[in-house]
């Protein structure tokens, strides 16, 4: 956003794209980037630190950045990747479908078609069929000690049920799924495929009819929860919850008689309005608490909460935008304003987990932990919502401002829009910016349109599309200290720092919550950061995220020197610290050189002032086949590691599988052939005397099995057919449990053919 009428939103929209910053994570190469959710993992997060329940506000949020290989990276972490799409309700299907419109690609959207139906079936097991329903705990729905929790544990009983609650039918879980849905039969449409395309559109259709019959409460002009135990009747709570706001962004209900009801809620004083609501249940239900009763973070009767207000902010527009309903943009302008105020901390933009409706502070808010969490969207709404940038699903663009009408001008530039940058600018009377009156529109900076309505269809040239496979960092670490390659060590490091935090994909420059390597307190005038690699790699360059914190009373600047070390030697040395860039990337060159490590060596200023890294980067072209090491992949099971093997003629390093149960993840496995079967080839030994299974997983479904027979002390290879979608697949191979003469086994590679 260039500039707008109103600062405190402004300020908080630039805040916002730090805090994504903040929350992007670098799993490892094949795989790429990942949003997370605390910038600090959590011991109930899924694999690599994912969690569902925000994801579709990640994507939503992350379809803005310039490079799309952000999102790319992270939904095919749920769609072919180990993410988990059930842990949580979620709406990642629709957010990938409107995501396309951004980016124009829908090529890589439909090669998701069968990853999408397989996710969409994943909820089957808590679908009501007599009903026509999906239920789950409010837990679950990322809404505990919500409303369904008090109304079945009164009495405070039961604790698990009281933070929980009952398997419920929920507007929002539904309204998710019927938005899924759709977003299936679209996708299913643009990749040419009817009868899917036709199918989930009746889901939805049959969907959503069940959720006006029994979710829509004519006496409460509402959608309400309903308890499925012990209720035949599927008699519905009588209290009105925030979750029942979230159909309309869906494109559900917005009739004026179901549409004007929400808005009348919504501006309520006793409704869902506060000063820095909205709230998460009316303020005039009995349950409604403003304030928690102890430290637990997540009060959702009550609290005001950015993941619920995001989606509420989305009704609000949906609701305007379809005209039925009595509702102003100054409305929608006071909405977004409230928002804004509630997500300030010590006179800054901040943005915590939880925050009272009626007082000026977050109500929960962990030091080192609830710091720019990520779990709304803010820059969406303020692109879609309040400037009125539309995407379409052709080579076109929608500017339909929702804007108070004593606003006289506005700007976004550059933003990204199907591989093309659009700068749209609102000059009233053109004396702002100098381009003319009224709305004005750029087009990689050329002038296309300008119009003194606020209100513009703009034609955009074809999409350019990027390239699909941008270098990869093999210097990350998914999972720290134990079995997984890279490894990092340093020569000192300070105690309440941490060596791998160096390699955990993560780049920010906060001292609180903290991500570094540092040296602070060590006897030595300069300190080396060594990261390890499985196998020796072919690299040019090493990229350090160096820390100062010294102008905010901080010990830590940048190096008075920096050497870099390889297999061969000194490969590089940066002499003058005036050529580096304080809490920002630095990238050191040299002559492409093959190492099994990387070791920078890094000269202190002073003897009080110390030197800090907060991630060490090494950049390299990205590994397209025929050939995947197992020492590169992604290891579980205690006893699955990487050996090193000079026999090993491909690599050097094998993978070595335990009898215990472990598994070898390939990520970014191109397919050579998609939608047929590919001849996969393992390379591997096995010194014992039975021959091994191990099972053969693509993209989430098991497909095969592979048998390796016995090679004594050399390498062999087996073979198995399974079919690889397009473009980058996850190959796992899966060790079960161990038979009567089994033994360690040790795996090279997996191939397809070239």
Request: hydrophobic share 40%; glycine share 8%; aromatic share 12%.
């Given at each position: 956003m260039g500039s707008s009428r109103n600062q405190l939103i402004q300020d908080v929209y630039y805040y916002r794209w730090t805090s994504i910053q903040r929350n992007l994570r670098y799993v490892m190469?094949?795989?790429?980037?990942?949003?997370?959710?605390?910038?600090?993992?959590?011991?109930?997060?899924?694999?690599?630190?994912?969690?569902?329940?925000?994801?579709?506000?990640?994507?939503?949020?992350?379809?803005?950045?310039?490079s799309t290989h952000y999102a790319d990276d992270y939904i095919e972490l749920y769609t072919r990747g180990p993410a988990d799409s059930v842990q949580y309700t979620q709406?990642?299907?629709?957010?990938m479908n409107r995501r396309s419109m951004v980016t124009g690609n829908v090529e890589f959207l439909s090669a998701q078609l069968d990853d999408m139906k397989r996710m969409w079936h994943e909820w089957d097991f808590v679908f009501d069929k007599n009903v026509g329903l999906y239920y789950y705990k409010p837990v679950w729905d990322a809404q505990e000690r919500s409303l369904p929790c008090y109304i079945a544990d009164p009495n405070g009983t039961d604790?698990?049920?009281?933070?929980?609650?009952?398997?419920?039918?929920?507007?929002?879980?539904?309204?998710?799924m019927i938005a899924n849905a759709?977003?299936?039969s679209r996708t299913a449409g643009l990749a040419g495929d009817e009868s899917t395309e036709v199918e989930f559109d009746k889901l939805a259709n049959a969907l959503e009819a069940a959720m006006f019959k029994h979710l829509w409460a004519p006496e409460q002009k509402f959608f309400m929860d309903i308890i499925r135990p012990d209720n035949p009747d599927l008699t519905r709570l009588t209290g009105r919850e925030q979750v029942g706001l979230f159909p309309y962004r869906f494109g559900i209900g917005l009739?004026?008689?179901?549409?004007?009801?929400?808005?009348?809620?919504?501006?309520?004083?006793?409704?869902?309005?506060?000063?820095?609501?909205?709230?998460?249940?009316?303020?005039?239900?009995?349950?409604?608490?403003?304030?928690?009763?102890?430290?637990?973070c997540c009060y959702w009767n009550g609290m005001s909460w950015p993941y619920s207000t995001s989606h509420t902010l989305k009704s609000l527009a949906a609701i305007y935008r379809a005209g039925n309903a009595n509702v102003t943009g100054q409305q929608y302008y006071q909405y977004l304003r409230t928002y804004a105020k509630t997500q300030q901390h010590e006179g800054r933009p901040f943005v915590a987990e939880s925050h009272y409706p009626f007082v000026d502070d977050w109500s929960a808010n962990t030091a080192n932990h609830s710091e720019h969490y990520d779990h709304s969207t803010n820059n969406d709404d303020v692109i879609t919502?309040?400037?009125?940038?539309?995407?379409?699903?052709?080579?076109?663009?929608?500017?339909?401002?929702?804007?108070?009408?004593g606003w006289t001008y506005f700007a976004v530039e550059n933003l990204p829009y199907h591989g093309h940058l659009i700068t749209v600018i609102y000059d009233k009377d053109g004396s702002r910016y100098d381009q003319g009156s009224g709305l004005t529109v750029f087009v990689d900076g050329e002038n296309v349109l300008n119009t003194e309505e606020k209100y513009a269809e703009v034609s955009i040239p074809s999409v350019i599309l990027p390239n699909p496979y941008p270098l990869a960092n093999i210097a990350a670490n998914p999972s720290g200290p134990g079995n997984q390659y890279p490894k990092a060590d340093a020569t000192y490091t300070h105690a309440a720092d941490f060596h791998y935090k160096a390699i955990d994909g993560?780049?920010?420059y906060d001292d609180v919550p903290d991500n570094r390597w540092s040296n602070i307190g060590s006897p030595n005038m300069n300190d080396t950061l060594t990261v390890t690699f499985a196998r020796p790699r072919k690299i040019s360059s090493v990229t350090l995220a160096l820390l100062s914190n010294v102008g905010r009373g901080g010990s830590v600047d940048l190096p008075e020197k920096i050497e870099v070390y390889g297999s061969d030697g000194l490969l590089a040395t940066v002499d003058n610290s005036t050529e580096l860039l304080a809490n920002d990337r630095n990238e050191i060159t040299f002559s492409e050189t093959e190492t099994d490590f990387v070791a920078v060596n890094l000269h202190r200023k002073a003897r009080d002032v110390y030197v800090g890294v907060c991630e060490l980067e090494v950049w390299a072209p990205p590994n397209r086949g025929p050939t995947y090491y197992a020492a590169d992949a992604y290891l579980t099971g205690a006893s699955t590691r990487v050996v090193r093997d000079s026999s090993s003629s491909s690599s050097g390093a094998v993978v070595a599988v335990g009898l215990d149960t472990g598994a070898i993840s390939f990520p970014g496995v191109v397919s050579p052939d998609h939608r047929r079967f590919t001849i996969l080839t393992v390379g591997y030994r096995n010194g014992g005397g039975a021959t091994t299974e191990l099972a053969v997983e693509v993209n989430h479904v098991p497909r095969a099995n592979v048998s390796l027979a016995p090679t004594g002390s050399r390498y062999g290879t087996a073979t198995v057919a399974v079919p690889l979608a397009k473009g980058k697949n996850w190959v796992i191979l899966r060790r079960g449990d161990a038979k009567d003469g089994d033994a360690e086994i040790g795996i090279e590679y997996v191939k397809v053919p070239a």
């Open positions: 190469a094949g795989a790429g980037w990942m949003c997370t959710e605390f910038v600090q993992p959590v011991g109930y997060a899924k694999a690599f630190g994912t969690i569902d329940a925000a994801a579709g506000h990640h994507v939503d949020e992350t379809r803005w950045l310039r709406w990642i299907l629709d957010a604790p698990v049920l009281r933070n929980d609650g009952p398997d419920t039918f929920r507007p929002s879980h539904n309204a998710y759709r977003a299936v009739e004026e008689s179901y549409a004007q009801p929400a808005v009348d809620a919504m501006f309520d004083s006793q409704g869902f309005m506060a000063p820095y609501g909205p709230t998460t249940l009316e303020i005039r239900d009995p349950w409604f608490m403003g304030e928690k009763p102890d430290d637990y919502g309040l400037l009125g940038i539309l995407p379409q699903s052709d080579d076109s663009l929608i500017i339909s401002p929702i804007v108070p009408d993560v780049v920010y």
